[in-house]
């Protein structure tokens, strides 16, 4: 008797599927990948003059976290509802959410890089001439990247598996190959999709971890540094005595 299908009796695992489906997987995650940089990149586009702003008091400080933490709790089913007049159903829909739910992560790291710079290192900034412009980009965010570069993992992360909301309009990438098998519960359909998904964000955490530790290589020598024997300036031991019998 010939072995059934993997198709027909849906199991979890299916070769067949990946054959068969190879290129509709294919243009999901590459809709998923699409939709999430673009929200990214707007969303940290969006933080940085938002995290200036809020860093001139409270005064700023207070209405710029609010509204981003508020933002960041309206249910993404809302979120979209309220969007929907604006832009139909897009794929800006789609990014506009990831963009707002983003800013509270990202203008928080930022804020937080920018107030862990070291006075002593901005008080010698000044002295040797630099102006606010050249103060914040040669000297502030350079010491400010490890923390921005941390909040836009999260982020990225973040953005990765909230992109699969965007099903709800039909731009959701893998996720929406996710809905459509949940239905009938087309196993391989959805095992493939999730683990797509996860692949996704541990590769795009795993290159912006790299892109950190190239554009911030004094931690690495610092941390080098610090993991160093000390040195000490007692001289060699001295030899041991032995007792005559």
Not at 64 to 76: A, E, K
Not at 83 to 93: E, H, Q, R, V, Y
């Amino acid at each position: 008797m010939a072995e059934q299908s993997c198709l027909v009796t849906n199991d979890w695992i299916c070769g067949e599927y990946l054959r068969s489906r190879g290129q509709e997987l294919a243009d999901a995650t590459v809709q998923h990948i699409g939709i999430t940089v673009v929200s990214v990149l707007i969303g940290l586009a969006v933080a940085f003059p938002l995290a200036l702003l809020a860093r001139r008091g409270p005064r700023f400080a207070t209405p710029v976290l609010g509204l981003t933490t508020v933002l960041y709790t309206v249910p993404s089913l809302a979120m979209f509802s309220l969007l929907l007049p604006l832009f139909g159903l897009s794929a800006a829909l789609v990014v506009t959410g990831l963009v707002l739910y983003s800013l509270t992560i990202l203008v928080r790291n930022i804020l937080a890089g920018l107030a862990a710079v070291p006075q002593e290192a901005k008080d010698a900034a000044r002295g040797m001439g630099y102006g606010p412009g050249r103060l914040l980009w040669e000297v502030e965010l350079p010491l400010a990247l490890p923390a921005v570069m941390a909040g836009l993992r999260i982020a990225t992360v973040s953005t990765v598996a909230l992109t699969t909301v965007g099903s709800l309009v039909g731009k959701g990438g893998l996720g929406n190959l996710i809905e459509d098998a949940l239905p009938s519960f087309f196993k391989a359909q959805v095992l493939a999709a999730s683990v797509l998904c996860v692949l996704l964000a541990v590769v795009a955490d795993l290159l912006l971890l790299g892109l950190q530790r190239l554009l911030t290589p004094w931690t690495r020598l610092s941390g080098a540094a610090s993991a160093a024997p000390a040195k000490t300036d007692a001289g060699p031991p001295a030899p041991a005595t032995v007792k005559a019998g």
